[in-house]
Nanobody, 119 residues
Framework: QVQLVESGGGLVQPGGSLRLSCAAS????????MGWYRQAPGKQRELVAS???????NYADFVKGRFTISTDNAKTAVYLQMNSLKPDDAAVYFC?????????????WGQGTQVTVSS
């Protein structure tokens, strides 16, 4: 079984920063892509940023220049450094990992971590 454990959400004032973490564990043979999605109340889940095994990154336009995605050296953990947070960034943030495990190639989701941006 593959597990994704997220941490780092919380309450921050507009203009503040947060760093989200997601660690993958279990029987993992290859990780292809790691990323972060978010879902605000009443809205669809949307891609925030992703990073491939070759470290190619992709960002949604609404976070470019403010958020940075990265991995650890083992590429089993993914981070999202969020700076200059805005109220519109408030959402539940989900870690997403596309990998090959014991049951083949699948997309796995974390449990979500709440980010609240408010004064």
């Amino acid at each position: 079984q593959v597990q994704l454990v997220e941490s780092g959400g919380g309450l921050v004032q507009p203009g503040g920063s947060l760093r989200l973490s997601c660690a993958a564990s279990g029987t993992i043979f290859n990780i292809y892509t790691m990323g972060w999605y978010r879902q605000a109340p009443g809205k669809q889940r949307e891609l925030v940023a992703s990073i491939t095994s070759s470290s190619t990154t992709n960002y949604a336009d609404f976070v470019k220049g403010r958020f940075t995605i990265s991995t650890d050296n083992a590429k089993t953990a993914v981070y999202l450094q969020m700076n200059s947070l805005k109220p519109d960034d408030a959402a539940v943030y989900f870690c997403n990992v596309y990998l090959r495990g014991r049951d083949g190639v699948k997309t796995h989701w974390g449990q979500g971590t709440q980010v609240t941006v408010s004064s």
